[in-house]
T-cell receptor, first 112, second 114 residues
């Protein structure tokens, strides 16, 4: 299967700071998805990207689909306590089936 | 309220016991999925089903079984053959299960071994 590398693994930041995380894949894909998982809950979709170069915002979140179609980044501006959780990138299979491959996640902790 | 309901939230398994995790959705989605999540790892696909009475193995199906008798329900059985069952189990569903179909997740079941 494809390799999907997500970094950093964890981040410790102060409230109000901006956050940036990224994912890279070994293959080209047509869609990038970003999910957030709150502690003890299931992941919730944040942003879906469908076109190379696409930049999409959702409130304080901004995500971009890399031009090479092998990478994506997610930025969070002016972090707040409820941003705590694990952020996953995910890629659907290129073969038109249902399989999603998830990154290993970026765990965000906000230091008081 | 439309959504995916997983139960129970917490489950304990004794040695040699089979346990079944419930997943129900009222989103009228055709496709349903089961994932396993271990600490520090991403989600790994156990089984998926694109239509009633049909299901396929995912990447880590050994020691698990599923059924899809109804569109709304996709229960997962963790059998005694699964030697390391302690994990967080997540159920998801999507409209059709093809292409860039968005998957929506339940709140999860945490399984521990006594």
């Amino acid at each position: 299967g494809q390799q999907l590398n997500q970094s950093p693994q964890s981040m410790f930041i102060q409230e109000g700071e901006d956050v940036s995380m990224n994912c890279t894949s070994s293959s080209i894909f047509n869609t990038w998805l970003w999910y957030k998982q709150d502690p003890g809950e299931g992941p919730v979709l944040l942003i879906a990207l469908y076109k190379a170069g696409e930049l999409t915002s959702n409130g304080r979140l901004t995500a971009q689909f890399g031009i090479t179609r092998k990478d994506s980044f997610l930025n969070i501006s002016a972090s707040i306590p409820s941003d705590v959780g694990i952020y996953f990138c995910a890629l659907p299979s290129n073969f038109g089936n249902e399989k999603l491959t998830f990154g290993t996640g970026t765990r965000l902790t906000i230091i008081p | 309220d439309g959504g995916i309901t997983q139960s129970p939230k917490y489950l304990f398994r004794k040695e040699g016991q089979n346990v079944t995790l419930s997943c129900e959705q009222n989103l009228n989605h055709d496709a349903m999925y089961w994932y396993r999540q271990d600490p520090g790892q991403g989600l790994r696909l156990i089984y998926y089903s694109q239509i009633v009475n049909d299901f396929q193995k995912g990447d880590i199906a050994e020691g698990y079984s599923v059924s899809r008798e109804k569109k709304e329900s996709f229960p997962l059985t963790v059998t005694s053959a699964q030697k390391n069952p302690t994990a967080f189990y997540l159920c998801a569903s999507s409209t059709q299960g093809w292409g860039a179909d968005i998957q929506y997740f339940g709140a999860g079941t945490r399984l521990s071994v006594l």
